[in-house]
């Protein structure tokens, strides 16, 4: 490793090394469950805290390009429209085959009665008094988007839902300020609850906790200024509101569902005097879904899970003989995830066993013209459904090889990437003359109908197989929309690296598949080149070594404090690399741990836009030529440039696309970009990356943060180092933290080979 290509007085560091002011990852869905569950999340997707102001309306010159691209349906807007189709026909499917939950006959208790609840609202009945002892709840509303999510940006009036009514955002606007609370958030409660959303939030203060930022201390302020004496911790609106709360920053964190011990000890932690009351009353307010997986103990047989699944055997008996029934855990989740992950489940069943076997020349053909991992790939894929493949950056040649090879054979294959980087990416391993543009597709372009072959009059992908690479970053609910896409018969690859992060959204759908081993893994034997990819391979078997790098591709730049680490982020970014590597500034990313702190990416994207684009921020803190990350949904950051604006909104160029973002949507879904979080620079490369790991990183460091931040630099890699010896702890100790899902156990019953 080199020093920074500068002449001022730095000494290289032989080692990276430790932080001090450790703000929490915002948007690291890495945490366990209880703790978790106790923490705010600082959801990465969303953006930056400016309020936006007024777009200036003389922007006239973009005015006609404005209205053009207005008539256009915009790919979130696609997307957004295609996974409610998605979400609807899941539901469908799930209710056909869904029945009242089975057994129980091995729990006691608690737990006893939380299934026993489960079966009686699945089944239609209300609960007995022999589960409830409390008052029987309020009939269940009609449940409302989660308001954490950010909605996509709306170019037609029915690509989104309608925008609250004014008087509606006026009625609970006064019911806010009677309470106490922040009038600004009249517009989402509103978005929230729907109509009658002031009466609703009068009645029952804690639907206040629906709002995205807002905790059960403020809420619970909130409840005691509008209800006064009748405000009790023990209220069985508090215990509902603040366990779907809690459910949704589990969700937040990665799970997609949690262990019942878990919910209850944080509810404790919360002020609710008795959780397992509250648990039971949000399962009978349908608001939570409850399950019983079977846990495998060591050495012993597999057994069945029973949960919300079926238990009959195929001889007819109800599977709960003595001899079947082992130990099982009990789960509470929120409906949309459990929905989500057994249609997955499903799905993923009827891809493994709907494809024949086979051994045609033609592919036998193709896998004698390949060698190494590449023909085990090809031979993998013409004999199964479905095909996990494991590689760094130079492994996508594999998945490229495979793509010529069935289109050769005359399959109607894709491949797609979540990001127009990875299709880029992708592209440069195929040959030039092809034309990529219906085959090589983005993964939101594909879902939302706007990138790729299209779908059949049953809503099925016209194709025979689909390459998805940067699987990692699939969560659950995509890759439950994503296979229930799929065609009987078609084949289904997912390609990526599993030691970069997990996806930023609930789930770890492709580690829970290597861990399942119910299909064929193939391993790729080609290594990533040069220094950079020596330093990143060792760091994912956890070992940060020292690499020689004649070319200065490694910079270690040590730094004493976060000031230090911004100024000379700065400088690196405008002066030291350009000058050095010929790299320009727009073709750097900077990577730090967390958004807060002297050094997330806020003040580091305060800093580079007044050195690299000074401007007062006329447009909610933008100006034109600035570096934005937009996100049109939770989970996916856009990188782009500011255009400029007008009344209609923030104009954006996105992958050369054009974006328009609503004013009232710049600030929750648009942030500067010159500075990323990881997750947000998951599944892009730049030429150049500048790693920033103030001291107070230290504690949020892992091994699989150090790994993807590391491997976002193509040429040159420069790490303003202030974290000691904790950069190597991190790396050789700090495994990616454990989330609770239940693809596994579901896909026990569906597929044979798991077990």
């Known amino acids: 490793m080199s020093t920074e290509p500068e002449p001022p007085s730095t000494t290289e560091n032989t080692g990276p090394g430790t932080p001090d002011d450790a703000p929490p990852a915002a948007g690291t869905p890495e945490t366990d469950p209880a703790a978790a569950t106790a923490e705010e999340p600082t959801s990465e997707p969303t953006a930056d805290e400016t309020s936006p102001e007024s777009p200036a309306a003389g922007a006239t010159d973009a005015e006609s390009a404005a209205d053009e691209s207005a008539r256009k349906l ?5 997307e957004l429209a295609a996974q409610k189709l998605e979400r609807e026909r899941i539901e469908r499917r799930k209710a056909e085959k869904q029945g009242p939950i089975p057994a129980g006959t091995k729990l006691s208790g608690k737990a006893a009665d939380l299934l026993a609840a489960v079966r009686a609202v699945e089944s239609g009945e209300k609960p007995t008094a022999t589960v409830f002892a409390d008052p029987e709840p309020a009939p269940r509303r009609a449940a409302a988007e989660p308001v954490r999510r950010p909605q996509p940006v709306a170019a037609e009036p029915t690509a989104t839902a309608p925008a609250p009514a004014p008087e509606t955002v006026e009625a609970v606007r006064q019911v806010l300020a009677g309470g106490g609370a922040p009038e600004a958030l009249a517009a989402q409660v509103a978005a929230a609850l729907g109509e009658g959303a ?46 779907v709360w809690l459910l949704e920053q589990a969700a937040l964190a990665g799970h997609t569902a949690l262990e019942l011990p878990a919910l209850t000890a944080a509810l404790a932690q919360r002020g609710v005097p008795d959780a397992d009351a509250a648990v039971q009353s949000t399962l009978a307010e349908g608001e939570a879904l409850a399950f019983q997986d079977a846990i495998e103990e060591q050495g012993a047989a597999p057994v069945r899970a029973t949960g919300n699944q079926e238990s009959e055997d195929s001889d007819g008996s109800d599977g709960s003989d003595e001899e079947e029934a082992g130990p099982v855990r009990v789960l509470v989740g929120l409906e949309r995830y459990a929905l989500a992950e057994e249609s997955l489940a499903d799905g993923l069943a009827r891809v493994v066993n709907s494809v024949a076997k086979e051994t045609s020349t033609p592919w036998e053909s193709a896998a004698a013209s390949a060698s190494g991992s590449t023909a085990e790939l090809i031979r993998a894929v013409a004999g199964h459904g479905l095909v996990l493949h494991t590689g760094g950056e130079a492994a996508r040649a594999e998945p490229a090889a495979l793509l010529a ?24 391993h195929l040959d030039a003359a092809d034309d990529a543009d219906g085959f090589l597709v983005t993964l939101p372009g594909l879902l939302s109908g706007a990138e790729g072959p299209g779908r059949d009059t049953e809503g099925a992908f016209v194709l025979d197989l689909l390459i998805l690479l940067d699987a990692p970053q699939l969560d659950v609910e995509t890759a439950a929309m994503l296979v229930e896409s799929l065609p009987d018969g078609a084949r289904l690859v997912l390609s990526g690296d599993p030691a970069v992060l997990w996806s930023a959204g609930p789930g770890r759908v492709f580690a829970d598949l290597l861990a399942a081993r119910v299909c064929p893994q ?39 404090d976060a000031g230090e680490a911004v100024h000379r982020t700065v400088q690196l970014v405008a002066d030291s690399v350009p000058r050095a590597f010929g790299i320009p500034a727009e073709q750097t990313v900077v990577v730090t741990p967390g958004h807060g702190g002297a050094a997330g990416t806020r003040a580091l994207n305060a800093a580079l836009k007044e050195r690299l684009n000074p401007g007062p921020g006329r447009f909610g803190g933008f100006d034109p030529g600035d570096r934005i990350a937009y996100s049109p949904v939770p989970g996916r950051a856009v990188p782009g440039q500011v255009v400029t604006a007008d009344a209609q909104g923030l104009h954006l160029s996105c992958a050369g696309a054009a974006v328009v973002v609503p004013k009232e949507r710049v600030e929750q879904s648009v942030r500067h970009g010159w500075a990323l979080t990881a997750h947000q620079a998951a599944g892009s490369r730049w030429p150049a990356a500048v790693v920033v790991l103030p001291g107070d990183a230290a504690q949020v460091l892992s091994r699989p943060w150090v790994y993807t931040a590391f491997s976002r630099a193509e040429r040159h890699l420069s790490v303003v180092h202030g974290v000691e010896q904790a950069l190597a702890g991190a790396v050789a100790e700090v495994t990616a933290k454990p989330r609770t899902t239940r693809l596994p156990v579901l896909l026990r019953t569906q597929v044979p080979a798991a077990g």
């Open 74 to 78: 915009s790919e979130a807007e696609a």
């Open 198 to 243: 002031a009466e609703e939030l009068g009645e029952d203060p804690w639907q206040l906790l629906r709002v995205p930022g807002v905790r059960p201390e403020q809420a619970d302020g909130f409840a005691r200024a509008l209800l006064g004496a009748e405000c009790a911790p023990d209220d069985e609106r508090r215990g509902r509101a603040v366990t």
């Open 405 to 428: 090879a069935a289109r050769s054979l005359g399959l109607r294959a894709v491949a797609a990437c979540h990001t127009p980087d990875g299709r880029r990416r992708l592209a440069a």
């Open 522 to 560: 193939v391993a790729s034997r080609t290594p990533d080149p040069g220094p950079l990819g020596e330093l990143v391979s060792g760091v994912g078997i956890g070992e940060l070594n020292q690499v020689e790098a004649p070319g200065k591709e490694i910079v270690i730049v040590p730094v004493r």
